[in-house]
């Protein structure tokens, strides 16, 4: 099985932050990796697919990028509607799996 | 309006059967691989199973193996998963979602397994 490793598990942030959360994969994944962001009591949302494509309807100021086994989540300017957890999951085999998320607070 | 409505959802017993629903609405439905997601109490998430366009191809997390089924009706925009001997450690909110990147997430059905 394939491990994906969040970091960190947590942050703390202000309104206009730049917010970086990394990823790493267990083995190569190519670029079959999306995001998700989750807020209390409700469904995930899909951020982001294939590494670093958006979303349709999700703001710019997020972002994805790398390959392989290392990819990262960037929010530029963090807004209040960000406060959240978000996690990593990878599509490139079976089982798909899930990273520990990272909850960003402030 | 693109949907995911999930349903069936509730307390079973220990060893006890459940049918979770998922109704799609807003979009093909018939064109995309679907999953179940599930979340246990304060955890993270975990995929469960996941079937293709025409139901031949079917995939599960260890753990449930020989006990879920995931299914789907085209003709109806359904999928659907029947969860069978459920444990303890079955107890979670579950999500259908679309495709193997789960693009589209549903608002799930919470499962309790206890006596």
């Known amino acids: 099985d394939i491990q994906m490793t969040q970091s960190p598990s947590s942050l703390s942030a202000s309104v206009g932050d730049r917010v970086t959360i990394a990823c790493r994969a267990s083995?190569?994944?190519?670029?079959?990796l999306a995001w998700f962001q989750q807020k209390p009591g409700k469904a995930p949302k899909s951020l982001i697919y294939?590494?670093?494509r958006l979303q349709s309807g999700v703001p710019s100021n997020f972002s994805g990028s790398g390959s392989g086994t290392d990819f990262t989540l960037t929010i530029s300017s963090l807004q209040p509607e960000d406060f959240a957890t978000y996690y990593c999951?990878?599509?490139?085999?079976?089982?798909?799996?899930f990273g520990g998320g990272t909850k960003v607070e402030i | 309006e693109v949907q995911l409505v999930e349903s069936g959802g509730g307390l079973v017993q220990p060893g006890g059967s459940l049918r979770l629903s998922c109704a799609a609405s807003g979009f093909t439905f018939s064109s995309y691989w679907m999953s179940w997601v599930r979340q246990a109490p304060g955890k993270g998430l975990e995929w469960v199973a996941n079937?293709?366009?025409?139901?031949?191809?079917?995939y599960y997390v260890d753990s449930v193996k020989g006990r879920f089924t995931i299914s789907r009706d085209n003709a109806k925009n359904s999928l659907y998963l029947l969860m069978k001997s459920l444990r303890a450690e079955d107890t979670a909110v579950y999500y259908c979602?679309?495709?193997?990147?789960?693009?589209?997430w549903g608002q799930g059905t919470m499962v309790t397994v206890s006596s």
């Open positions: 294939a590494a670093s």
């Open positions: 083995q190569g994944i190519s670029n079959y």
């Open positions: 999951q990878q599509y490139n085999s079976y089982p798909l799996t």
């Open positions: 079937i293709n366009q025409d139901g031949s191809e079917k």
């Open positions: 979602a679309s495709g193997v990147a789960f693009q589209i």
